[in-house]
């Protein structure tokens, strides 16, 4: 039998002894609780930098394939048409370059996977005409 002492949350056993076991349900579920609040934290920032490397991927590639379109018009040409199509897909290009007929475009793509840090997915990529 338990009997009440003074206050709603103060319980005796038989014996005389404190009830040790009350509330010991509540701090298990709450340290569950910010168990899985930090799993999905880090799984939301794991995500946010492979989605952020796949802009940066797909802004690279469209923009050297836009590049190589204009390799005769010269470097100026080439490399503004790749940025321009960077730019519209979310990258900052950061690099561009001829290399005989090809263009390899650079490009950059921030992001912020926690409050208060960011960082930075780069990719490179290559287009130009097909060699047989």
């Given at each position: ?6 206050g ?31 799993v ?25 394939l ?15 048409s ?32 926690l ?18």
């Amino acid at each position: 039998m338990v009997r009440r002492t003074h206050g709603p949350d103060s319980e005796l056993r038989e014996d005389g002894s404190p009830d040790s076991q009350r509330g010991g349900a509540t701090v298990l579920v709450l340290a569950i609780g910010l168990v899985f609040l930090l799993v999905g934290t880090f799984g939301a920032a794991v995500a946010a930098a492979q989605l952020a490397g796949q802009r940066a991927g797909v802004a690279a590639d469209l923009g050297a394939l836009a590049g190589a379109a204009r390799p005769l018009e010269g470097e100026a040409m080439a490399c503004a048409s790749a940025g321009d199509i960077a730019s519209r897909n979310a990258g900052r290009m950061v690099g561009c370059r001829l290399d005989g007929l090809d263009v390899l475009v650079t490009v950059e793509v921030a992001f912020t996977p926690l409050p208060g840090l960011s960082r930075v997915a780069t990719s490179t990529a290559r287009a130009g005409p097909v060699r047989g």
